[in-house]
């Protein structure tokens, strides 16, 4: 049965879609205002509300945040407005000057098949770097360097689609999916 993703982010489309790579996922187009809070679960649950009275099938979305400990977890759930205003270039120029560089990604996958939601969680501890560095990938790719690494996500797509925020993230989903009787 198929499974439909509903964003309005074609590159987290062509993400997800390769880490699902045995189940039957879909494009569905989704425009949607994000209501505002401080949790991204509590963002995703409230969209999938949505994306499911209209697409009536099984549909997940997936909201991701970038949060920065210096910045007191900024800009964390705003991660989308702040990439439009200042780009991933805008949050090296704030991050100037400071040594506490620790950040990380974390996503969460809401899906709904009927009346009940589920949520799967997952994150990637990181840094912020001190310049661009990489031109693959999207969004904050080129600035953030997974733990443990000195590449940028753009600069080592390979690494991303090992350990990033999304890929640990639809790994928990994909074995739900697997596992379940929908499936
Ligand atoms: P949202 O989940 O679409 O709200 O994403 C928030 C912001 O984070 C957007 O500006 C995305 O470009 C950015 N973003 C989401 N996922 C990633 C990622 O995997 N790498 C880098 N930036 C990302």
Redesign the pocket.
Known sequence: MAVYFA?G?K??FI?MKSYLKDIDVRHYEFRHK?IRSDS?EEIAREAVDAAYSEVKKPVFV?????FIESLNGFPG?Y??W???KIGAEGLVRLMRGEKNRSAV?K?CIAYRSGKKVLTFSGECRGSISEKILGKA?????PV?IPEGHVQS?AQSINL?NKL???YKTSEKFRRYLLKSEAI
């Open positions: 964003t982010n590159n987290k993400e994000e991204i997936e909201d991701t945040g970038l759930t991660s989308g702040v990439y439009e990604f996503t990938g999207f969004g904050y790719d953030f996500f991303k990033s925020h999304r």
